[in-house]
């Protein structure tokens, strides 16, 4: 079964820092497209960046373009997130996901399969 535990989310201030972790376990990720999304409260969930496992291609929002970085560690089974000059409108719960298809790097929702709980991230102005 596979299970995606994310961690790193607090609170900081305009224009401070956070790296998110999503810990993925219960079989290898060679294969699959792990991806971040954020919703905030009374908005949709929104796309924010993925990577593919094998290879390590990256698409990003453009809201977030230039401002965060994934990647993955393939020894530790582990996505990141770093996000760097954090606005209040980053603020947000972030979710973790996996894609078993790897044929292309999605930006929509209902391609991924599996999913964390969460991690909320708060921007104070």
């Known amino acids: 079964q596979v299970q995606l535990v994310e961690s790193g989310g607090g609170l900081v201030q305009t224009g401070g820092s956070l790296r998110l972790s999503c810990a993925a376990s219960?079989?290898?990720?060679?294969?699959?497209?792990m991806g971040w999304f954020r919703q905030a409260p009374g908005k949709e969930r929104e796309f924010v960046a993925a990577?593919?496992?094998?290879?390590?291609?990256?698409v990003y929002a453009d809201s977030v373009k230039g401002r965060f970085t994934i990647s993955r560690d393939n020894a530790k089974n582990t996505v990141y997130l770093q996000m760097n000059s954090l606005k209040p409108e980053d603020t947000a719960v972030y979710y973790c996901?996996?894609?078993?298809?790897?044929?292309?790097?999605?930006?929509?929702?209902?391609?991924?399969?599996?999913w964390g709980q969460g991690t909320q991230v708060t921007v104070s102005s």
């Open positions: 996901a996996a894609d078993r298809t790897d044929w292309a790097i999605s930006r929509t929702i209902t391609a991924y399969d599996y």
């Open positions: 219960g079989r290898t990720f060679s294969g699959y497209v």
């Open positions: 990577i593919r496992w094998s290879g390590g291609s990256t």
